[in-house]
DNA sequence: TAAGATAGGGAACGACCGTTCTCAACGTCA
DNA sequence: TGACGTTGAGAACGGTCGTTCCCTATCTTA
């Protein structure tokens, strides 16, 4: 090829590398997938890979911020096409359903790279704590709407249900979580609020 | 030292290999840490290391292997000294609080172990699932006894506050949940049974 | 057409991995 | 006492990792 490489060729390279370090990485574990097999999936040389990131450190952190926006905005569709605040709040676990039947399925891309260099990648252990992060708000701005004191019991009831889903490899927490949502809103919307969740 | 090894202090040796193991394995990740590191930590020579577990894999099955019999033993006996039933379930949250709140706490061993290996070890899965298996009958027991239709809510609880602890590095889940258990076992008492959990 | 700049392909590098092997030192028994 | 067997300490091995470098091919510009 000639001298410079075009902006939209630089664009859609960028992505086919990301693309393929996402599938890898959230397949096989990050340590696991060498820059090598990077290289060979992507079909890009090694070092336009380098010149896209610095280090393989920095190609984590950018499929893991990549997967996040993709992640919540598919979430975010899907449940606000709901209406009503409590059929919206447990829309989320609907939309977690369809991810756990999903083939390749295997947890939490955040929690399992948190695993795996949470405790040696500062940027890392940053990332998947923003993502969490937004997670958690984003619920907040929904179970506000339904009238529950607080998001917790369903950030906790998603959470719970993407960890056992992606380790038994079965879709039902997802609906074992939906119930226990539902009477988590209908506690809240009848009666109680002493034992608040 | 002489010629063979007695038993008593093979047994000693053994244990302090998993110690080391554990520690280490917790802290940073499995495949972040060497075997010879591992016997640095332990102070056995790497020959008797390999004597006792013929490939990294091995060790890393008896150390989720004995953790999980340390760590249930613990929550059981904990949780069982509370003598009324919703009372006792609501203990497996106090006791969670106390974990998290311990220095080096980073979430579930299991799930990082199944995040970075769940994929490329047949037995470090079969292990994984094991342990939240035995963690999901356990708990069933007791929620059978509390009177709600199952377990799961409850578990997806707890689950989901070890992973969100391990993340943000609060204790403070543990508490959101067992507001939520708390939620579902005062519904369940009263009154529906209709969308129960 | 000739000179220059930049790309791709892949070899090369140093470090470290899990695992095996060598070898001297020591205690036991004939 | 001397041959034997087992140990501890760590060097060594083959392989793989992340990263860098070399070299040729190609296109642009004068």
């Known amino acids: 090829m000639p001298v410079p490489i075009s902006e939209e060729q630089s664009r859609q390279d960028r992505a086919a590398?990301?693309?393929?370090?996402?599938?890898?990485?959230?397949?096989?574990?990050?340590?696991?997938?060498?820059?090598?097999?990077?290289?060979?999936?992507?079909?890009l040389p090694l070092k336009?890979?380098?010149?896209?990131?610095?280090?393989?450190?920095?190609?984590?952190?950018?499929?893991?911020r990549r997967r996040d926006e993709r992640w919540r905005g598919a979430l975010t569709a899907h449940v606000e096409r709901v209406a009503e605040p409590g059929e919206r709040v447990l829309a989320l676990f609907d939309w977690l359903a369809g991810w756990f039947g999903q083939p390749g399925f295997r947890g939490c891309a955040w929690v399992n790279a948190h695993g795996e260099l949470g405790s040696s990648s500062e940027a890392v252990l940053?990332?998947?704590?923003?993502?969490?992060?937004?997670?958690?708000?984003?619920?907040?701005v929904w179970?506000?709407?339904a009238g529950l004191p607080g998001p917790d019991g369903i950030?906790?009831?998603?959470?719970?249900?993407?960890?056992?889903?992606?380790?038994t490899g079965d879709p039902a927490p997802a609906h074992r979580a939906r119930e226990a949502a539902a009477v988590l809103l209908a506690a809240h919307r009848d009666g109680g609020g002493a034992t608040a969740a």
């Open 126 to 140: 940053a990332e998947v704590r923003s993502h969490k992060r937004a997670f958690h708000d984003r619920i907040a």
């Open 17 to 43: 590398l990301l693309d393929a370090a996402e599938e890898l990485f959230y397949a096989r574990g990050i340590q696991a997938v060498g820059m090598d097999e990077v290289r060979t999936a992507s079909g």
């Open 155 to 167: 950030v906790l009831l998603a959470e719970g249900a993407i960890v056992t889903a992606g380790i």
């Open 48 to 64: 336009r890979i380098y010149r896209f990131f610095a280090a393989k450190e920095d190609l984590v952190v950018a499929v893991l």
């Open 143 to 145: 179970t506000r709407a």
